[in-house]
């Protein structure tokens, strides 16, 4: 009998500290095509919100148009989920947030989707700090309508067809830590190690936290001249350190040399240690973080990491002084004010 209790319980899936196992935070089967950068991305973000505990009805899944904004239907199927027009994303996470400032805000969208029809509706979204992680699945084409080059193609790089890339790429990550964004990061698809660490902070952090991950299209974007290619990233990825992640609910024991390692206290307790890799790199400062992404660039390099955080930037929710209680949930005492109410504002306004 103690036999039998033993194996069906190594047979039992394991568990998090909220007692979810990691299939609890998966979704449908993937439609996109088999080896895509976005299915790994969706993987790592599984991945994370498991091993964070994150309680799956308290999430809102946010996505515009295009392969990338397919795949919030990949995971966390017990979440909120709403799939806006092309590019328009940004207003409708705004308006979650207003609504219940309670509910993690997780997007994803491409670079068309950020880059060119959704550019002004990211840089307002960034100007007013609104809470939520946004992560950018980047792969330089818009794969739904056959690999045209998006805003984000570097120049020179090649279609399958051989026609060659003329125009400045938009980088969204310099353009975010110019508009002041809290929390900046890059990654590549195809580094598991780092994405995770990089999610699991953006995660903790208060306000807006852009993901630039670097997604190859294996059917229109990952041949020889191709800079959004598995092989071209593998290539030109310059790691500017390596990246851990400690929970506010676990102890804080960090080992490292004195000077080797930047450690990050986020608002919620957990800290980001960042252990020095080629360069002595630090991410809160905002003049060497634009500076080292312009130099990267001029290499044709793109850096991977934690680019910039200013951990202490308030966010949008605490800027508009919303009420402890959600919107969503206050009663119409709060939310309809008396006619003594409205008179006294009419009033200030002649």
Known sequence: MVESTLKQDAKAPNTNR?????????????????????????????????????E??????????????????????RAHGFNAVHGRMPSIATGVSMANKDLTLLAV????????????????????NVPMIYVIENNGVYGLTK????????????????????LPPIDICSLAVEMGCGFVGRSFAGDPKQLVALLKAAMSHKGTAILDVVSPCVTFNNHEGSTKSYKYAKEHEMPIHEIGYIPFYEQIAVDYE??????????????IVLRKAAKDYDP??????????HKAI???????????????????????????????????????PGKDALSAIMAELK
Do not use: W
């Open 18 to 54: 909220i007692g979810l196992t990691l299939g609890d935070y998966k979704g449908s089967p993937s439609t996109l095509c088999d080896g895509c950068g976005h299915d790994a991305i969706t993987s790592q973000i599984i991945k994370a919100c498991y091993e964070l505990a994150v």
């Open 56 to 77: 799956p009805h308290k999430v809102a899944k946010l996505s515009g148009i295009g392969c990338s904004s397919k795949t919030p239907a990949y995971f966390l199927s």
């Open 109 to 128: 969208s491409g670079d068309g989707d950020t880059a060119s029809i959704g550019l002004g509706q990211f840089c307002h979204l960034v100007r007013r």
């Open 147 to 166: 690999g045209q080059f998006s805003a984000t193609a570097d120049i020179g790089s090649k279609l399958k067809t051989g026609v060659s890339n003329e």
């Open 258 to 271: 004195p000077g080797s390692a930047v450690e990050v206290k986020m608002h919620d307790g957990s800290h």
């Open 284 to 293: 809160r400062n905002k003049l060497a973080a634009i500076d080292t992404i």
């Open 298 to 336: 001029a290499e044709h390099q793109f850096l991977t990491g934690l680019l910039y955080i200013d951990e202490k930037k308030p966010d949008f929710t605490t800027i508009m002084q919303l009420d402890d209680q959600p919107l969503a949930s206050l009663g119409q005492d709060k939310l309809r």
